[in-house]
């Protein structure tokens, strides 16, 4: 179980790699990486948890519950394995999904799903689980979580491109209606 400083780490890490480096005077390379040096220094004239180190970054990449970040081979640079709004490359292959994948969405957004398909909305993908549980968690972060079941390989049979994150999160540009069902039945 991570502790509230690691979740809070977690989250500042999310923001700058993922959505705003600018907020701290970060800059990441084209691939969404940035030097952890920099990274704290920035943090630090930020006034951003005065007791975050690289072995601090290292335990909170190392131990966090979606595996959201890596270190670079070299050890000198970060990134976020997905969930971008920010306009990076993240160099990822092609690859062929399972049969079904899973979207938790909030009961609210449902309508207009199955009217427009899913889009990426902020991010660069729409996100797509291997499991029903974990799209379960990712619904319920909006309200009553519903999950919609994704035809994937037929997609992927029909020329969409699917790709998988380094932390296991399946993702594609767009998922027209025609591919989507309600799954009635799950716990929530
Ligand atoms: C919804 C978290 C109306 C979509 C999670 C979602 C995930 C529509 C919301 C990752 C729509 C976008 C991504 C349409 C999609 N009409 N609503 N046509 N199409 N939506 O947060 O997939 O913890 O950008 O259903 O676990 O919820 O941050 O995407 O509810 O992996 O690492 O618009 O973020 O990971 O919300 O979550 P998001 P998401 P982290």
Known sequence: MASSVHIKISKFLSYV???????????????????????????????KFKTLDRSLIQKVVATNDKKRFVISQDGQRIRASQGHSIDVNLQLAPAEPPVFLYHGTATRFLDDILQKGLKRQQRHHVH?????????????????????TVKAQLMYEQGFVFFLSDNGVWLTAHVPAAYLTRLADHRS
């Open 128 to 148: 797509l689980s291997q499991d029903i549980e974990t799209a379960i968690r990712v619904g319920q972060r909006y309200g009553k979580p519903v999950i919609l």
């Open 17 to 47: 790699l993922r959505h705003k480096p600018e907020a701290i005077g970060l800059t990441l390379d084209a691939w969404g990486w940035a030097d952890i040096d920099i990274l704290l220094q920035k943090a630090r004239e930020a006034g």
